[in-house]
């Protein structure tokens, strides 16, 4: 993360001392205003084990075709639950995830959230599940799943890297929220 963003503003102060839209400036009228703006921020506020069932198991078999490959499909899997601030563009789901250690230096090969979804302010409410729907103003609590999954290894995001908690089961709350859907 880099330092905040220094934004300077210039009001034009009319007879009563309240701003005033003008295109022309008198100097003695003006007055410079500095604020910090803050950097976006992302909090992990969970990186969780997903519990998958028998059936979810089954239907990823179906594609696999294999115990060792389904075993492998799951076996790094995390579903990952965050708060985003600040940002003043769209959540890019496309630069979220972890560089795989065989491919450290090519970004198109790296890792990334999926099936991502946008929750309530508390986590207790599934707002949208949808490609793209971590979007809108203020704080925005989303989680997505993740493969591949690295411990040791920052996660990446737009606004730079942060370091996940330890892996735990996933809540059931989630889970009811964000049920495992295989792969095909």
Known sequence: MGEPTRVIVLVRLGRAGKGVNALCFEPQSLRIYT??????????????????????????WQVTCDDDQTREHFDKLVLIEAVVEGLDEPFDMGSFGQMLVEFADDPSRMMVGYDEALLSADGELLIERNMDCV?????????????EYDPKRPLKWQGGEVICPPVQEAPVRLMMLMPYNACS
């Open 135 to 147: 979007r809108g103003s203020g704080p925005l609590r989303f989680a997505a799943y993740l493969h």
């Open 35 to 60: 604020a910090e703006m803050a950097q976006p921020t992302l909090t992990i506020l969970g990186t969780y084990k997903p519990q998958i069932s028998k059936e979810v198991w089954q239907e990823q």
